[in-house]
């Protein structure tokens, strides 16, 4: 989220002290406590997802646990509300610590990189040999394999392999997997671990509370001697857990399987539904146990970005700045398509072009006479039509003087049909007068 600079009055500091840089921060991100946590522009759902979390095992607790501490030997009852507190605890600093981290967020450049060589293809006509357009992709190898790395528009760089922009975020992540709304943060190269413990242990919190209401059930059946559906009638609360819970167990169990087949291949979720592997060539796959590995037991890599250092003065003057320094964007000019997605290319000046001819359509499109048979509309292919000035300017006059004459008309009403003929003899003297002029 980018904010703006604080005042004297804002902030308390002097007026010559520079701000921090989660205060000019020019992603959507939201910050808390001064910098220490930075979120996604949907962080608000995060307490949704607290609640959806908290509200079951509370329940839990109070209708079921409570009543199970006195029916197991030796004092081992207690151990189920102990057991199912703690690792709800455990399961809500996992969803803080994915939510409250630096995804990987690669800082942004102040000027567009500069070009290992110069090719001629990259010049534009008209252009100073210092202008010149950056390549829309390169190719990186990785283990042997050709990639193809494409250049960010927005964060003025070449993004690293397996880097993606957020669109809801608008900041490039390392390792980019997708962007959670229940967790209201990306998904990335470090925090990637914690999602997924979350969401594992999510799932494990949810099989507990099932597994232990039909405990319970089971328990006041035999206590009564009574059926099973007598029973559940007796605890309507652990009847509505295990409706939940199997509901929820089926969202977050088949998410944490469908993540762990992502990380025995060594994918993204954004790889996945992109570039599907399965057809091609995983250049980041070194086998199931490796790759597993990778994901649990690496160092995590330390944030590229000091969200609460100063920003210096040489990097405030680069910043107001304009980015361009003769550089041209890979897309100016160019047909713009996602080449990932595979959509259709579309022209940077199309839509300009497209209401310049809607603007000459609605100029030109009455200068034509229906009444002779023509066409009362300019024809949408004008690059392949030549128009005088003198022409042009002519019908252009005579369409207004027209259309002036038909809003006089129309504002008097009917007309009698008379006064708009035209005398033969003035038509004799005009078509003499017209064969004269011709000859001279």
């Known amino acids: ?100 981290r630096d995804p990987g967020i690669i800082p942004r450049n102040t000027h567009p990189p500069e070009p290992e060589s110069i090719d001629g293809s990259n010049y534009i006509r008209g252009q100073t040999p210092q202008q010149y357009r950056l390549p829309r992709t390169r190719d990186v190898i990785v283990n042997g394999i050709s990639v193809k790395v494409k250049y960010c528009d927005t964060c003025l ?81 652990s009847i509505v857990l295990i409706i939940y819970c199997f509901l929820c167990v089926w969202f977050v169990g088949g998410l944490s399987v469908f993540h762990f087949y992502l990380m025995s291949t060594n994918q993204t979720t954004y790889e996945n539904f992109r570039y599907r592997y399965d057809r091609r060539a995983n ?21 590229k970005n000091n969200f609460r250092a100063r920003v210096t003065a040489d990097q405030d003057r680069q910043q107001a700045r304009s980015p361009s320094r003769g550089f041209m964007s890979p897309n100016m000019g160019k047909p713009v398509g996602d080449l990932e997605m595979g959509r259709k290319p579309v022209s940077w000046d199309e839509p300009r072009t497209a209401a310049d001819i809607s603007d000459l359509e609605v100029g030109l499109g009455g200068m034509l006479d229906g009444k002779e048979g023509r066409v009362t509309h300019a024809s949408p292919n004008l690059s392949q039509e030549e128009f005088s ?35 033969p003899a003035e038509e004799a003297n005009v078509s003499v007068h017209a064969t004269t002029s011709g000859a001279h």
Not at 13 to 29: I, K, L, T
Not at 287 to 300: A, D, Q
């Open 1 to 100: 989220m980018y904010v703006p600079r604080p005042s004297c009055s804002d902030g308390g500091r002097d007026a010559g002290e520079q701000p921090r840089v989660y205060q000019v921060w020019r992603g959507n991100n939201k910050f808390f406590l001064q910098g220490r946590f930075i979120c996604g522009p949907d962080v608000r759902s995060i307490f949704l997802t607290m609640f959806l979390i908290v509200a079951p095992v509370a329940a839990f607790c109070v209708f079921v646990a409570r009543h199970l501490m006195n029916d197991f030997p030796d004092h081992c009852g207690i151990s189920v509300m102990v057991v199912v507190v703690v690792f709800t605890v455990y399961d809500l600093t996992l969803l803080l610590l994915t939510s409250g």
């Open 157 to 237: 760089l070449y993004r690293p392999p397996r880097c993606s922009h957020c669109s809801i975020c608008n900041n490039c992540v390392e390792r980019f997997d997708h962007h959670c709304p229940w967790v209201g943060q990306c998904i990335g190269q470090r925090n990637y671990r914690f999602f997924y413990m979350f969401v594992f242990s999510t799932t494990l919190i949810c099989l507990y509370v099932f597994a232990f209401c039909w405990v319970y059930i089971i328990k006041i059946r035999d206590a009564e001697e009574s059926s099973i559906w007598r029973a559940m009638l007796k605890t309507p609360a």
């Open 283 to 303: 250049p980041y796959h070194r086998g199931v146990l490796n790759n597993i590995l990778e994901i649990f037991c690496s160092s995590i890599p330390p944030s």
């Open 389 to 423: 000035p003198e022409l042009v300017e002519g019908r252009a006059g005579m369409h207004s003087r027209r259309s002036s004459w038909d809003r006089r008309a129309g504002s008097l009403g009917s007309v009698d049909s008379n006064t708009l003929q035209t005398n």
